[in-house]
Nanobody, 123 residues
Framework: QVQLVESGGGLVQAGGSLRISCAAS????????MGWFRQAPGKEREFVAA????????YYADSVKGRFTISRDNAKNTVNLQMNSLKPEDTAVYYC????????????????WGQGTQVTVSS
């Protein structure tokens, strides 16, 4: 099993940047593909970004491509999401998720989830 804890959320103005992190505890972090998802009020949880087990492959939702960067450090058991050029529509609770399988861009295959961190972008 793996436990996930997100941090780094907050309030930022449109056009600004924010970096959120996910710390994993448990064994064999490098055996998990990691993803970031977000959920805005009244909306379904949606895919944001994901990285393969050794970080060699990354995937992004079209809405964040070119603005967000996912990275992982298997030595520190962390995965980060650098968010630049933030827009009000990026406002959501951001969740870190882990799966033993390959990377997925839908929530269902992910076995473990953090509690989420709020990101609010003001206009």
């Amino acid at each position: 099993q793996v436990q996930l804890v997100e941090s780094g959320g907050g309030l930022v103005q449109a056009g600004g940047s924010l970096r959120i992190s996910c710390a994993a505890s448990g064994r064999s972090f490098s055996s998990y593909s990691m993803g970031w998802f977000r959920q805005a009020p009244g909306k379904e949880r949606e895919f944001v970004a994901a990285t393969s087990r050794i970080g060699g492959s990354t995937y992004y939702a079209d809405s964040v491509k070119g603005r967000f960067t996912i990275s992982r450090d298997n030595a520190k058991n962390t995965v980060n999401l650098q968010m630049n050029s933030l827009k009000p529509e990026d406002t959501a609770v951001y969740y870190c998720a882990a799966t033993r399988g390959p990377v997925f861009t839908t929530p269902r295959p992910y076995d473990y989830w953090g509690q989420g961190t709020q990101v609010t972008v003001s206009s």
